[in-house]
């Protein structure tokens, strides 16, 4: 079974730094693409960031540029997300997610629980 695990949220303050991680298990980690999601207070889904299967190529949402740094280690079946200089916008709920291929269920979107980021004074 496919599981996504995120941590690391919590409060910080603006110009600040968190690092997120998610935790993969139930698929051949190493040959998906993992993407970041969040979702603020009143808000739809907002894409982040995508990395693909092997790290090599990484895109990110502009108004994230230059601050969020996306990661893989995939001996790890780990994704992470450093995030630098954060700003009270960047206050949402944050999801990995995967389209990952099962026998069972064919491709399905997959997304962690979640964690909560705060950016706030």
């Known amino acids: 079974e496919v599981h996504l695990v995120e941590s690391g949220g919590g409060l910080v303050q603006p110009g600040g730094s968190l690092r997120l991680s998610c935790a993969a298990s139930g698929f051949t980690f190493g040959n998906y693409a993992m993407s970041w999601v969040r979702q603020a207070p009143g808000k739809g889904p907002e894409w982040v960031s995508s990395?693909?299967?092997?790290?090599?190529?990484?895109n990110y949402v502009d108004f994230v540029k230059g601050r969020f740094t996306a990661s893989r280690e995939n001996h790890a079946t780990t994704v992470n997300l450093q995030m630098n200089s954060l700003k009270s916008e960047d206050t949402a709920v944050y999801y990995c997610?995967?389209?990952?291929?099962?026998?069972?269920?064919?491709?399905?979107?997959?997304w962690g629980q979640g964690t909560q980021v705060t950016v706030s004074s």
């Open positions: 990395m693909d299967n092997g790290g090599g190529t990484t």
């Open positions: 997610n995967a389209d990952v291929w099962t026998s069972m269920s064919g491709t399905r979107n997959y």
